[in-house]
């Protein structure tokens, strides 16, 4: 069974940043598509960025332009969201997802691998 597993999570002042982590020993990341997504309470999930492992192309939500950044390291076999600036409304449990087809799902359909998630939580 493949596991993801994303680390990174925690409280942060508005303003400030923090760096989430995905990684798995199930799957080499630099072969799919690898996607941040994100649900807070009552809401819908979104996606957040994403990043197509073979030539590391990203792509962002609105939301998440000019405040994160999403990057892939081979050899530790991560996936990396670094988001600064963070706001009060960027609080969410936040997942990633790994798709085999190299298909960014803004909606997070038929993503084919997904972690437990991690919270973040932007409060003063």
């Known amino acids: 069974q493949v596991q993801l597993v994303e680390s990174g999570g925690g409280l942060v002042q508005p303003g400030g940043s923090l760096r989430l982590s995905c990684t798995t020993s199930?799957?080499?990341?630099?072969?799919?598509?690898i996607a941040w997504f994100r649900q807070a309470p009552g809401k819908e999930r979104e996606g957040v960025s994403c990043i197509i492992g073979p030539t590391g192309r990203p792509w962002y939500a609105d939301s998440a332009k000019g405040r994160f950044s999403i990057s892939i390291d081979s050899a530790e076999n991560s996936v990396y969201l670094q988001m600064n600036d963070l706001r009060p409304e960027d609080t969410a449990v936040y997942y990633c997802?790994?798709?085999?087809?190299?298909?960014?799902?803004?909606?997070?359909?038929?993503?084919?691998?997904w972690g437990e998630g991690t919270l973040v939580t932007v409060s003063a």
């Open positions: 997802a790994a798709d085999r087809a190299l298909y960014c799902s803004g909606s997070g359909a038929g993503m084919d691998y």
């Open positions: 199930d799957l080499n990341l630099d072969t799919y598509a």
